[in-house]
């Protein structure tokens, strides 16, 4: 199936789009956590992680269900395009931003203007998937495509780090890293530009040239309709709302480990952010495989029974590999966290898009996103408040184990619910 699809032209070119894209975000986020949370210069605590990462998603999260009514209406091939160059050039100012040593409300704001326009990049890319690939295929092509990207951000935060390890400590070096991020940003922009403007969709002919406010809040009622009418949609943006309080808890708990407790074991197993890098390279593993094994497992038992699986793993292995608090199980928990991760999320992506028309794609995707990143920040609050300072906590691991066993078996007694078919859309729905 891999094979069949990269032999499309169309499919190379939107992937090609995405690895260029995201490697630049690997880079530009290793950049953020060595300033914020490894910088010798500066000091962080749980609830100054926290913040940075609200302050980061959760202002751009709550606003993008309204960037998907644009790309319901404009091209997504040009939305590509300009994003990535618009994102070049704000990097360009998180760098000036660092290299002046100059934080708070600032350097978030900076920040959170990249993140924002991140946000029409990545459900750009996701709702025009389907125009590169049958539907048959969508499994195989979610699975190849986002998948790919997860390790092209990783490959690009690990390449990060081994530049920053020849630069000098400190702002400048960060800011540095910062500035490299324009290149693939700049890159992925001049790939997409090969296709032509209405290649990606929407396939409506009527985009408006401009769309006034009135126009966004119907288009979000309309695309809130559009979900709640799809009991599959729903369900699979509940799923995924649990996985990433999960996901959110132990992000943190892994920063709090690396940055304040873990002891080196051998010159295998550093701490810092090079240790943090080893348990991001690990997931990148873990993404992989999980990518190779989720199509044949989907096409043997279906989405359903699969996606109940991996979290019935998740709940068992994140347990079991955490609670040593051990550099190695450690890293080998964060392989199994992004193998549980990258099987849940291309099960949820190639729901969403079977079942969504793609006149709503646009706008199903802005809210997938902020279900995905608002859940995450406010496991991130909740982690500050709750979690200790070194992050070795038994009951933070055993509410993870509790939640990803909960959410397998609500979702073996609604298993029926991913039979559903496509919500059918009325001529006035679409206007």
């Given at each position: 199936m891999a094979?069949?699809?990269?032999?499309?032209?169309?499919f190379r070119?939107?992937?090609?789009?995405r690895?260029?894209?995201?490697?630049?975000?690997?880079?530009?986020?290793a950049?953020l956590a060595?300033?914020?949370?490894?910088n010798p210069?500066?000091?962080?605590?749980p609830?100054?992680?926290?913040?940075g990462f609200?302050?980061?998603?959760?202002p751009y999260?709550v606003?993008?269900?309204?960037?998907?009514?644009w790309?319901?209406r404009?091209?997504?091939?040009?939305v590509?395009?300009?994003?990535n160059?618009?994102r070049a050039?704000?990097?360009?100012g998180?760098?000036?931003?660092t290299?002046?040593?100059?934080?708070?409300p600032?350097f978030y704001l900076?920040?959170?203007?990249?993140f924002?326009?991140?946000?029409?990049v990545l459900?750009?890319?996701s709702?025009?998937?389907?125009h590169?690939c049958?539907?048959?295929?969508?499994v195989s092509?979610?699975a190849l495509?986002?998948?790919a990207?997860?390790?092209?951000?990783?490959?690009g935060?690990?390449?990060?780090?081994?530049?920053?390890?020849?630069?000098a400590?400190?702002d400048?070096?960060?800011?540095?890293l910062a500035?490299c991020?324009a290149?693939?940003y700049?890159l992925g922009?001049?790939?997409?530009?090969g296709?032509?403007r209405p290649?990606?969709g929407p396939?409506?002919?009527s985009?408006a040239?401009?769309?006034?406010a009135?126009?966004?809040?119907?288009?979000l009622?309309a695309?809130?309709?559009h979900?709640?009418?799809?009991?599959?949609?729903?369900?699979?943006l509940?799923?995924?709302a649990v996985h990433?309080v999960c996901f959110?808890?132990l992000?943190?708990?892994?920063l709090l480990?690396y940055?304040?407790?873990?002891?080196?074991?051998?010159s295998?197993f550093?701490?810092?952010l090079?240790?943090l890098a080893?348990?991001?390279?690990?997931?990148?593993?873990g993404?992989?495989?999980?990518?190779?094994?989720?199509?044949?497992a989907?096409?043997?038992?279906?989405?359903a029974r699969?996606?109940?699986a991996?979290?019935l793993l998740g709940?068992?292995g994140?347990?079991g590999?955490?609670l040593?608090?051990?550099a190695p199980t450690?890293?080998?928990?964060?392989?199994?966290?992004?193998?549980?991760a990258?099987?849940?999320?291309?099960?949820?992506?190639?729901t969403?898009q079977?079942?969504a028309h793609?006149?709503f794609r646009g706008?199903?995707f802005?809210?997938?996103?902020a279900?995905?990143n608002?859940t995450?920040?406010?496991?991130l609050?909740?982690?500050?408040?709750?979690?200790p300072?070194s992050?070795?906590s038994?009951p933070?691991l055993?509410?993870?184990?509790?939640?990803y066993l909960a959410a397998a078996?609500a979702?073996t007694v609604?298993r029926?619910?991913w039979?559903d078919q496509?919500v059918?859309?009325?001529?006035s729905a679409?206007s």
């Open positions: 094979r069949r699809l990269l032999g499309r032209a169309d070119r939107l992937l090609l789009t690895l260029a894209s995201q490697f630049g975000d690997g880079m530009f986020q950049a060595g300033t914020v949370l490894f210069q500066r000091a962080a605590d609830v100054d992680v926290a913040a609200a302050v980061l998603l959760v999260s606003l993008g269900p309204f960037a998907g009514v790309l319901d404009w091209s997504r091939r040009q590509l395009v300009v994003a160059v618009v050039l704000l990097v360009v998180v760098a000036a931003l290299w002046a040593g100059i934080g708070g600032a900076a920040g959170l203007a990249v924002s326009v991140n946000r029409f459900s750009a890319l709702a025009g998937l389907p590169t049958d539907r048959p295929s969508l092509a979610n495509s986002t998948t990207g997860a390790v092209s951000t990783v490959v935060g690990g390449v990060a780090i081994g530049v920053q390890s020849l630069l400590d400190g400048t070096g960060y800011a540095l500035l991020a290149g693939p700049l922009s001049a790939i997409v530009a296709f032509a290649y990606l396939d409506h002919t985009r040239a401009t769309v006034s009135r126009d966004v809040l119907h288009g009622q695309g809130a309709r979900v709640l009418g799809s009991r599959p949609a729903t369900w699979v509940t799923l995924m990433r959110g808890l992000t943190l708990l892994t480990l940055r304040n407790t873990l002891e080196p074991v051998g295998l550093p701490t810092g090079p240790g080893q348990v991001l390279a690990a997931g990148a593993v993404t992989l495989l999980a990518a190779a094994l989720t199509p044949p989907v096409r043997r038992w279906g989405k699969w996606t109940t991996v979290l709940a068992a994140q347990l590999l955490g040593p608090f051990l450690i890293v080998a928990a964060g392989f199994l966290l992004g193998f549980v990258q099987a849940v999320k291309i099960c949820v992506d190639s969403l079977e079942v793609d006149d706008r199903v802005s809210v997938y996103d279900v995905f608002v995450f920040v406010a496991a609050v909740v982690g500050a408040l709750a979690l300072g992050g070795a038994v933070a055993v509410l993870v184990a509790v939640l078996v979702n609604r029926r619910v039979t496509p059918a859309v009325s001529a679409t």
